[in-house]
């Protein structure tokens, strides 16, 4: 089956990208250079195209129930315009997939943003739960209509700034508000996946080439192989590397992100979930530093001495950092290797390097 494209994807073929498949999508995987691309969003501005991210609306008088029940935090917490981060997890407290929860700024319609390919997964199944449940709401996958820039960097929020009459530099960390960006009809978030400030524009894909060169060549554009150096960076979960519902099923705990987990209120997954907070984890997601020569990649094995007889664990993510200018690598180990400062081991090639367990972020963000 052809990949999909996105609105801007001629706009990235005429300003040189390579590309790659990325869960169903044709993506630009870099411009000029990854380090370079990297460096632009760390120190100044770059601009993603990250329209393979889906877009769907939940709307109706009962458009809250759903959300509630169907994600990890507290959608009644949400006011106009606020948006959260959240888990969708099965019966078992197993992550299904991870996203971004708005309440619109017309205070009654929800957008949640599903990762690349599970758009049409994410519909079908709150559909099911809906009708199951009985509840009056409306669930319509609006991802072939939406296309979504991302302009991060320390210098973005004033680069978009430019090209608006409202007043971007007062919404706060996770709000967003209506606003027209170059003419352009926008959804504005300060939200973002690089650890940097920034914004998230969220548009009809018909519009999409005239915002697009509002910011490029002006600001570097930057591929997905930037956008996984800086979120590594972070510490960032990666749908479908560092969680996979079925190869790699992981709850909310083990993932390191109950943070965003309310267990005050009813949704799926939560009576698993208040049996886990309840006990110790076997296994934890962390970070760690290589202190030898090499890369660590997903899928390498983690072990407790340097023989690499003892597995204790196994990489999901791991880049050369381009910031630290030192190797990096997350992923999960038994609980008891997990602390900082603790010395393990990376297999490379059959080899055993020495690690130091490092807790993510590896930068001060």
Not at 49 to 78: C, I, Q, W
Not at 137 to 158: F, I, K, T, W, Y
Not at 227 to 247: A, C, I, K, N, P
């Amino acid at each position: 089956m052809a990949s999909r494209t996105t609105p801007l994807h001629d706009r990235h073929a005429e300003a040189g990208a390579t590309f790659t498949d990325f869960g169903g999508w044709e993506m630009p995987v870099e411009f000029d250079g990854i380090r370079d691309e990297h460096a632009a969003v760390r120190e100044g501005v770059g601009v993603f195209d990250v329209s393979h991210m889906g877009e769907v609306e939940v709307s109706g008088p009962e458009a809250l129930e759903l959300v509630s029940r169907m994600t990890t935090n507290d959608a009644s917490h949400l006011d106009p315009g606020d948006a959260q981060y959240a888990l969708q997890t099965d019966e078992e407290g197993v992550i299904v997939d991870d996203t971004l929860v708005y309440l619109l700024p017309d205070g009654e319609t929800y957008l949640f943003v599903p990762n690349a390919g599970h758009d049409a997964e994410a519909v079908a199944r709150w559909r099911d739960h809906r009708d199951a449940w009985g509840l009056d709401a409306a669930v319509e996958n609006v991802s072939d209509e939406r296309g979504m820039l991302a302009v991060q960097g320390p210098d973005a929020v004033s680069a978009v700034a430019d090209e608006t009459t409202a007043d971007v530099e007062a919404l706060g960390r996770f709000e967003a508000a209506n606003a027209t960006v170059a003419g352009v009809d926008c959804l504005v978030s300060r939200t973002g996946y690089t650890g940097e400030d920034g914004v998230e524009l969220v548009f009809e894909t018909g519009d999409g080439a005239t915002l697009w060169d509002a910011f490029v060549p002006a600001y570097r554009p930057c591929g997905l192989g930037a956008r996984d150096t800086l979120r590594t960076e972070m510490g960032f979960l990666l749908s479908g590397q560092d969680f996979h519902h079925e190869e790699n099923p992981r709850t909310p705990f083990e993932a390191g992100v109950g943070f965003a987990v309310d267990l005050d209120h009813a949704f799926v997954g939560r009576d698993a979930l208040v049996a886990q907070a309840a006990g110790e984890l076997a296994e934890r997601f962390t970070g760690l530093v290589l202190e030898e020569r090499g890369v660590p990649r997903h899928g390498y094995a983690v072990t407790a001495d340097a023989d690499a007889a003892d597995r204790i664990g196994e990489l999901t993510s791991g880049t050369m950092s381009p910031t630290r200018g030192e190797p990096i690598g997350l992923g999960y180990l038994d609980a008891a290797y997990a602390d900082p400062g603790t010395t393990v081991y990376v297999v490379i090639r059959g080899e055993a390097k020495r690690a130091t367990i490092t807790e993510p972020p590896f930068i001060d963000r």
